[in-house]
């Protein structure tokens, strides 16, 4: 079930990087899991700034690809925070239900509708 147009997305997208970006202060984290927040709130923000849908703003990205890397990246920090627990000490809890939100996301998002309404 879609129920997640392009424009909510890009919404969603803009959120989710002010939660990374914010994350490290307001949850307190230190080392790798502040650099590593820091990190997916760039990219994020690079992503979703250059992809081709209503809240992108140079649109050089195909939403498909777009849509490959959130299908990626979910999975990947749950996996990374799960089996990887050193990497993200002190951290952990936010960088799984990071992935759960983006897998989700990715789940309820109709990719298809970038292109009609862009």
Excluded at 9 to 16: F, P, Q, R, S, W
Excluded at 65 to 88: C, D, F, K, N
Excluded at 93 to 109: D, E, K, P
């Amino acid at each position: 079930m879609k129920i997640l147009n392009a424009s909510i997305h890009g919404i969603l997208d803009y959120a989710t990087v002010i939660a990374f970006a914010s994350a490290p202060t307001l949850l307190g984290f230190s080392g790798a899991p502040v650099m590593l927040a820091y990190l997916l709130a760039a990219v994020h923000l690079a992503m979703t700034v250059l992809t081709d849908m209503p809240l992108g703003l140079v649109k050089i990205i195909p939403m498909r690809v777009h849509a490959l890397v959130e299908m990626l990246v979910g999975p990947t920090l749950i996996a990374a925070a799960l089996l990887a627990p050193s990497l993200v000490v002190g951290a952990q809890g936010f960088f799984v239900a990071s992935g759960v939100a983006i897998c989700a996301v990715w789940l309820l998002s109709d990719y298809a509708s970038a292109t009609q309404s862009a």
